[in-house]
């Protein structure tokens, strides 16, 4: 296989049209699932062009119309910590993390066409670029809970910052958003028909990126897009659960089943992980919040049992510990918090 010359992978193409760099993710098999080789191949990339009066803006894209990227390789991550431990495990997330916020600080703007499906790692590689679009095909959501893992990637403050408690409840339920609903949480800047992207695209290589844009009449969410179920951003874990459980509403008692079926004490780590982001000054130190939560949650069994459950044996019946709310070892939870 044909690596790339400027990312040294192959699941990392480059091209040039006009003043355009675009970086093309190319792992379709695997939906793009990031790993320390495609974020490496994505930092090497950054630095070639990052002086480089020729390129004047970047975009980051998917070969693939199914998904711009549905998220981080957690099977690399599970073998990882089996085989070397959780600080390890940890380590190889966190160089992938550190791409993330390269990409949202780089010198030069950077767009992003989240179309298809982009979940926890794409939200990270897409989500914190100058430029975010979405299409009619995009699929966003944050669900680490699912696996013994907390929103991370950035997600978390994404979510923080969505409207009212709309973003929490996402972090807890791991809720999937359409393009237009992740325009209206302020997880994407523009939505476009995805059969214009190659348009789009050709335009941005010609003219000024802000130009571009300036052309995208703005979208405004219709109401039921912007009135995605809210929980009160005040309120404790416990009483958003009694609030749900004696709901009569239908969308209370998916979610409810939502929250039941994921893992216990990544739950409650992620509502620590949302609230703490709504206090936290940059996107940088959002991610050092996220980090202290997943460094806590891989030196636990639950993440491994929920890759075996979800991704590996797909049965869909993780054994989580402990298996309720009630149970929590919240303390040690907030010991990591501050360690």
């Given at each position: 296989?044909?690596?790339?010359?400027?990312?040294?992978?192959?699941?990392?193409?480059?091209?040039?049209?006009?003043?355009?760099?675009?970086?093309?993710?190319?792992?379709?098999?695997?939906?793009?699932?990031?790993?320390?080789?495609?974020?490496?191949g994505i930092e090497r990339v950054l630095a070639a062009w990052r002086d480089d009066p020729c390129v004047q803006a970047v975009l980051i894209e998917s070969s693939a119309p199914r998904a711009f990227c549905a998220g981080g390789d957690l099977k690399a991550i599970r073998d990882a910590l089996l085989a070397q431990g959780p600080d390890v495990a940890f380590d190889l997330m966190n160089r992938v993390y550190q791409t993330m916020l390269h990409i949202a600080q780089y010198t030069?703007?950077?767009?992003?066409?989240?179309?298809?499906?982009?979940?926890?790692?794409?939200?990270?590689?897409?989500?914190?670029?100058?430029?975010?679009?979405?299409?009619?095909?995009?699929?966003?959501?944050?669900?680490?809970?699912?696996?013994?893992?907390?929103?991370?990637?950035?997600?978390?403050?994404?979510?923080?910052?969505?409207?009212?408690?709309?973003?929490?409840?996402?972090?807890?339920?791991?809720?999937?958003?359409?393009?237009v609903e992740a325009l209206a949480m302020g997880f994407a800047d523009y939505m476009v028909p995805s059969d214009s992207l190659e348009n789009l695209r050709g335009l941005l290589a010609l003219r000024p990126v802000e130009d571009v844009f300036a052309l995208i009449a703005p979208m405004s969410p219709p109401a039921q897009a912007c009135a995605l179920e809210e929980y009160d951003p005040a309120a404790s874990?416990?009483?958003?659960?009694?609030?749900?459980?004696?709901?009569?509403?239908?969308?209370?008692?998916?979610?409810?089943?939502?929250?039941?079926?994921?893992?216990?004490?990544?739950?409650?780590?992620?509502?620590?992980?949302?609230?703490?982001?709504?206090?936290?000054?940059?996107?940088?130190?959002?991610?050092?919040?996220?980090?202290?939560?997943?460094?806590?949650?891989?030196?636990?069994?639950d993440f491994v049992e929920g890759v075996r459950a979800r991704l590996i044996d797909r049965d869909n019946a993780?054994?989580?510990?402990?298996?309720?709310?009630?149970?929590?070892?919240?303390?040690?939870?907030?010991?990591?918090?501050?360690?």
């Open positions: 296989m044909i690596e790339d010359a400027l990312s040294r992978t192959a699941c990392v193409r480059t091209a040039r049209r006009g003043h355009l760099g675009c970086i093309t993710l190319d792992k379709p098999r695997r939906l793009n699932a990031v790993d320390l080789e495609m974020a490496s030069k703007p950077v767009v992003s066409f989240m179309d298809g499906i982009a979940m926890g790692g794409g939200v990270g590689l897409g989500g914190h670029a100058r430029y975010r679009v979405v299409t009619e095909r995009s699929i966003v959501a944050m669900p680490e809970t699912s696996v013994g893992l907390v929103p991370d990637a950035g997600g978390s403050w994404l979510l923080s910052r969505a409207p009212g408690g709309a973003g929490l409840r996402l972090a807890l339920t791991g809720g999937r958003m359409s393009g874990l416990e009483q958003i659960v009694r609030g749900l459980e004696s709901s009569g509403q239908g969308t209370a008692q998916a979610d409810l089943q939502d929250i039941s079926r994921a893992c216990p004490t990544a739950i409650f780590a992620a509502w620590y992980g949302w609230r703490l982001a709504r206090g936290a000054s940059s996107l940088q130190e959002a991610f050092a919040i996220e980090g202290r939560l997943v460094r806590y949650m891989l030196g636990r069994a993780p054994l989580w510990q402990p298996s309720t709310l009630a149970a929590v070892d919240v303390a040690a939870l907030e010991a990591a918090l501050v360690a």
